[in-house]
């Protein structure tokens, strides 16, 4: 009794005004006001924690794939996509965020003054392309919202297929070490709006989105030039969520992010190796992986709605 005391003072000091997800129940016998998430059992807590430890890990190791590569196994576990995604949309916001400061503070840090009578400072390079950001950005914006209203008025069982699916096209790219490319304005621009659209409904859209981005951006800048375009995309998807009235599932943060982290710091150490040397056979024991676990997870969906 004691214990939910304090949790429910907790709750209302940390997320005062957020609805049903603010109170915690008087004692412990009364029902969890917060939705399936606290109707799982105990190894599916701990897969889910597992899995948003790898999450962290591709996002700042990969600077994308935070989601298409931990959305297939979270729906393993509990196959709805709605939980997941403002759980992975607030991680994205808080360490895209955090790595984009850190890594221009450093950059900052790092400048220099000129010698001679003319001495100046130079002034540090963003790590962020912005000027190209913004013109890809309105490339992508409809099409970006037309995904999020598809995601919210798809059924779950719907919306698991679509990810399934894309997610077994991406592997078979990984594969065959043959991602996709773009050789043209018109292919860019293509690649571009389904891209935009793909995110919109599942947040897994990166991969086409970085055959356009790849080629027009400088390796060191690519990272976090992706974190501000999936900060933008994400910030988008959340007011969304909002006025839909979707559960953001904001208490289990407490646990969450900090697994999240713990996979982010590895994937930053990850990431200057990849700068480093290109890794394709992890690319393609990924792929099969994910292939595998695609077709089982399609395999499920498609023989319960039957």
């Not at 808080?94 to 130079?122: C, D, H, Q």
Request: with cysteine; hydrophobic share 55%; aromatic share 10%.
């Amino acid at each position: 009794m004691a214990l939910c005391q304090v949790g429910q003072k907790l709750g209302a000091t940390i997320f005062p005004g957020s609805g049903r997800l603010q109170r915690f129940p008087d004692s412990l016998t009364e029902p969890l006001p917060w939705g399936v998430m606290f109707d799982l059992s105990m190894v599916q807590y701990t897969l889910i924690g597992l899995i948003f430890i790898w999450s962290g890990f591709v996002r700042s190791g990969l600077g994308f794939g935070g989601a298409v590569l931990s959305l297939p196994f979270l729906l393993l576990v509990h196959n709805d996509p709605l939980v997941y995604l403002p759980l992975i949309s607030v991680h994205l916001l808080v360490f895209s965020s955090l790595t984009i400061w850190l890594n221009n503070r450093k950059r900052a840090s790092g400048t220099t003054l000129t010698s001679g009578p003319a001495a100046t400072v130079e002034t540090p390079v963003s790590s962020v392309d912005w000027p190209y950001l913004w013109r890809i950005l309105a490339i992508m914006i409809v099409p970006k919202l037309i995904g999020v209203f598809g995601l919210i008025t798809l059924p779950a069982n719907v919306m698991s297929v679509i990810i399934f699916g894309i997610v077994s096209v991406y592997s078979l790219s990984y594969i065959l070490n043959r991602p996709f490319r773009s050789n043209s304005k018109v292919v860019d621009t293509l690649f571009l709006m389904l891209g935009g659209y793909i995110s919109g409904t599942s947040l897994i859209g990166a991969p086409l989105i970085i055959a356009v981005v790849a080629q027009h951006v400088a390796r060191e800048r690519l990272r976090d030039t992706l974190f501000a375009l999936w900060f933008i995309l994400v910030t988008i998807k959340m007011a969304a969520f909002v006025w839909a009235g979707v559960d953001l599932q904001l208490i289990h943060h407490l646990w969450l992010l900090p697994c999240a982290a713990i996979g982010h710091v590895i994937g930053l150490r990850f990431h200057e190796r990849m700068l480093q040397a290109e890794t394709p056979v992890f690319f393609r024991v990924l792929g099969l992986v994910l292939l595998v676990i695609s077709f089982i997870g399609l395999g499920q969906v498609l023989l319960g709605s039957a």
